[in-house]
């Protein structure tokens, strides 16, 4: 089992390791571990001291975002990005944390890269408090995430303006990426915003007036990229659409083609099939000039049906 430890006494921290965490004394303790459910049970049932019903949930194997009130806590699960790799149909990480007075234990299983910027916000003296370590890890969720839909939605942008046949194939695997990556973001942005609103209105006495304000903020955020994330699938579901009826067109017009050039050589195939024919009584079989008149008539009739076709505007 790996993790770290900070003890706060007075808005300074001090690093200290998981074992001695809960031993000493100060205003608060935040406690993180990285690590698998079976390494992290004895831990948190043992040194933690926490019920059942609380440790099941941190290391729970399939997690969504969620936000409970137990007893005098909150169990808060929310999902950020890792450097990791992950499922391709769960693009986010997990982290789970129990909020309590005077204590937070948070569990991963998966580096978040939002996890450093909130040691971070402790190391500098910014955390006091349980729930400036949630509303920490609320707030570097949402703006790490913010740029990466931004990004999706330049993409599809992007895909917009290629919009054209000569691109249709290709644009196809960019529209279906954007596509599969904004439907796993928008199962996870709705409940997190959910749950972040859910929390900011919790009576709990030691989440602070601020707290609850940059909470609110953080869920607001949250909406925003959910409702981006949802208008970025629509729009793909519209290129997609769009692609589809290009590349329609596409076989449509190779398909006349086709069609027109089996129109300009069925009579010449009748004639030259009639003329192959290893039979008596062919008009003109035996002149020296027949093959020359035929040949000449199969061009003629080639050019007429082809003229036919361009003056009924087929070949545009």
């Known amino acids: 089992m790996s993790g770290f ?26 406690v993180h571990l990285t690590t698998t459910a079976e390494h992290a049970q004895g831990w948190l049932r043992g040194a933690a001291s926490l019920p059942d019903y609380v440790v099941d949930p941190l290391t729970a194997q399939e997690t969504r975002p969620r ?8 169990f808060v699960n929310l999902r950020g990005r890792t450097e990791e790799e992950l499922d391709p149909s769960d ?28 040691e971070k916000d402790v190391t500098e ?27 999706l939605g330049d993409n599809l942008d992007d895909c917009e303006q290629q919009l054209d046949a000569a691109h249709a194939f290709a644009l196809r695997k960019s529209v279906t990426r954007v596509r599969v990556e904004a439907i796993n973001y928008r199962r996870f942005l709705n409940p997190q915003r959910a ?9 709990a006495n030691w989440l602070g007036t601020d707290d609850r304000a940059h909470l609110a903020a953080a869920a607001d955020r949250a909406a925003r990229m959910a409702e981006e994330v949802e208008a970025i699938r629509e729009r793909a579901s519209l290129i997609h659409e769009a692609l589809t009826d290009l590349r329609a067109e596409q076989l449509d017009q190779r398909s006349l083609i086709i069609s027109i050039a089996a129109m300009v050589f069925l009579p010449l195939t009748f004639i030259t099939g009639l003329y192959g024919m290893n039979v008596q009584g062919l008009w003109f079989a035996e002149q ?3 093959f020359d008149a035929i040949a000449g008539l199969c061009v003629i009739i080639a050019v007429a049906v082809t003229g036919w076709f361009v003056a009924r505007h087929w070949l545009r």
């Open 5 to 30: 430890a900070y003890r706060i006494q007075d808005g300074s921290a001090s690093r200290t390791s998981v074992q001695d965490a809960l031993t000493g004394a100060g205003d608060m303790v935040w």
């Open 67 to 74: 936000c409970d009130a137990l007893d005098d806590g909150a």
């Open 91 to 118: 693009m986010l990480a997990s982290v789970r944390i129990w909020a309590e007075q005077g204590r937070v234990i948070s569990v991963t299983r998966k580096h978040l890269l939002a996890t450093d910027a909130v």
């Open 125 to 151: 003296g910014r955390v006091l408090d349980p729930g400036d370590i949630i509303t920490a890890f609320a707030t570097a969720i949402t703006a790490d995430l913010d740029p990466v839909v931004a990004d």
């Open 195 to 203: 749950a972040l609103e859910k929390l900011a209105s919790m009576p």
């Open 288 to 290: 020296p000039w027949a």
